[in-house]
């Protein structure tokens, strides 16, 4: 089964840095997801990346896939305390949904 | 109006007891999932089901049993309840085909065994 490593497991950064989140699967990705989790909220989407190379932005958030389709990494430009919560990939997985790593805590400094 | 709701949000019970959690979709979404999130925030997939087929992940109890009335709504019915179930869980639901990997969540249901 495919599994998603995700680093660091958490981050404390201050407010206006920027910072990058990995992402990396034990097999080639055929479909790469990034959602965000407010904490004692659902998961909302943020985008997909399926072609190696791929980038894709939405906002101060880029996320890009490697050539390999085995890594990808979030970055956000000059963070806002909005941005505090918990980021997750996924990728097709078992059961016909989607397998995610054990995400990546984001705390904001003001 | 929410896109993907559950009840309740909260539940408090006592071991061996026998709850449900209620999910319900107004996307028209053709496949919906039950999620498990632990203490850790692991997330971890437990059903997928559509009109035509449940595929079940093979570490999940068969005291959980996913029910689908109708395709707008997958419950989740847990029977003689143990402390290791108390968790986070989340209903998803998705459209088959080129999107089928964007879920839109519910907020989640979080069961406490005692």
């Known amino acids: 089964s495919q599994e998603l490593e995700q680093s660091p497991q958490s981050l404390i950064v201050q407010e206006g840095k920027n910072l990058t989140i990995n992402c990396t699967s034990s097999k080639t990705l055929y479909g790469l997801y990034w959602y965000k989790q407010k904490y004692g909220e659902g998961l909302i989407f943020l985008m997909m990346l399926q072609k190696g190379g791929e980038e894709k932005s939405h906002e101060k958030i880029t996320a890009k896939l490697d050539e390999k389709k085995q890594q990808s990494s979030l970055h956000i430009t000059a963070s806002q305390p909005s941005h505090a919560g918990i980021y997750l990939c996924g990728a097709a997985g078992g059961a016909d949904g989607l397998t995610f790593g054990k995400g990546t805590h984001l705390i904001i400094q003001p | 109006d929410t896109a993907v709701s559950q009840t309740p949000k909260y539940l408090v019970t006592q071991m061996g007891n026998d709850k449900s959690i209620k999910c319900e979709q107004n996307l028209g979404h053709d496949t919906m999932y039950w999620y498990k999130q632990d203490s850790k925030k692991f997330l971890k997939i437990m059903f997928s089901?559509?009109?035509?087929?449940?595929?079940i992940n093979e570490t999940v109890p068969n005291r959980f049993s996913p029910k689908s009335p109708d395709k707008a709504h997958l419950n989740l019915h847990i029977n003689s309840l143990e402390l290791g179930d108390s968790a986070v869980y989340f209903c998803?639901?998705?459209?088959?085909?080129?999107?089928?990997?964007?879920?839109?969540f519910g907020e989640g249901s979080r069961l406490t065994v005692l």
């Open positions: 998803a639901s998705s459209q088959r085909g080129r999107a089928a990997g964007e879920l839109f």
């Open positions: 089901y559509n009109n035509k087929e449940l595929i």
